[in-house]
């Protein structure tokens, strides 16, 4: 790469934040977990309504789980079928992040035995991984039998309640954020396709709306920079400053940079006027 690819960052970013529902994966783990269970239709226009703000998530979040009454095992399926629907390029992009220093969280409002497994293996530390915790009936399933799972849980108990969290509600994002930057300097970044992540975006210095998967009205009309292709490579392109990108030469990320900045002169990227990468 003789020359840094164009856009770049005026100025770095430290800290990403990722969502992992359609920014990460093509899929909402949620909605798959209704198709096994024969109510994707319903569960999915629930899960459609808040995520483009027609009502708001914490209304909806309890009542999809006690409609699905799902065991940890089935929940931790969705882990595997994040995998084989990850979007393109994102475990290439998370790489090269920490290649060049920066520190890269997810923060999503699906389950968490499943988010945090599909995270690790994006490359994400296990301590910068939050969703949604979920309690158990310890007498449900078969009590007797003691086959558990890698963390420890008995995979056939049956969902109980959620967890006290922001993450289920619309705007708590902001909250769970601001206590991972805790007040540290550097300059911040959000990747994500709904509202709750737009408005979680008074508390990062930019938000970067991903339309690749799914299009939001809300998102498409107020991210101050909008992916729209599938692929999340351009995140670098907007990203990283100069200096950064041309220390990706050489590297197995100058590719995924190259093809970040091919998508965005095909115009995979906008960028609101007055609102600089």
């Known amino acids: 790469m003789a020359n840094a690819p164009t856009p770049a960052a005026s100025r770095p970013f430290d800290f990403f934040f990722f969502d992992c529902d359609s920014t990460l994966s093509t899929v909402e783990g949620i909605d798959e977990l209704a198709r096994r269970k024969g109510k994707f239709d319903e569960i999915k226009a629930m899960t459609d309504a808040a995520m483009e703000g027609e009502i708001f998530l914490d209304a909806v ?3 999809r789980l006690e409609m699905l009454a799902p065991t940890h095992e089935e929940i931790t399926a969705i882990d595997p079928l994040y995998r084989s629907t990850v979007v393109p390029h994102a475990a290439e992009v998370i790489g090269a992040l920490h290649a060049v220093g920066k520190e890269v969280f997810i ?3 699906g389950l968490l035995a499943a988010v945090r497994p599909f995270g690790r293996w994006l490359g994400v530390p296990h301590d910068r991984i939050r969703a949604v915790s979920l309690e158990y ?5 078969e009590w007797w039998d003691y086959l558990q799972d890698q963390w420890d849980q008995r995979i056939d108990v049956e ?3 959620s967890e006290d969290t922001p993450l289920v509600q619309s705007t708590g994002k902001s909250d769970v954020v601001r206590e991972l930057l805790g007040g540290r300097f550097g300059r911040s970044m959000l990747i994500g396709d709904g509202v709750s992540d737009l408005a979680a975006s008074d508390v990062v210095d930019r938000f970067v709306g991903f339309s690749g998967v799914v299009s939001r009205p809300h998102v498409v009309a107020e991210a ?3 992916v729209t292709g599938e692929s ?3 995140v670098l392109n907007v990203a990283l400053t100069e200096s ?3 220390g990706l030469s050489g590297t197995v990320y100058e590719q995924v940079l190259e093809e970040g900045l091919a998508r965005f002169r095909a115009g995979e990227v906008l960028v609101r006027k007055g609102s600089t990468p």
Request: no cysteine; charged share 30%; proline share 4%.
């Open 224 to 226: 101050e920079v909008l």
């Open 232 to 234: 999340l490579s351009p």
């Open 244 to 246: 950064e990108q041309l």
């Open 159 to 161: 969902y109980k309640d």
């Open 61 to 63: 979040y309890d009542r």
């Open 137 to 141: 009936d310890a007498l449900s399933g």
């Open 107 to 109: 923060v999503s409002g």
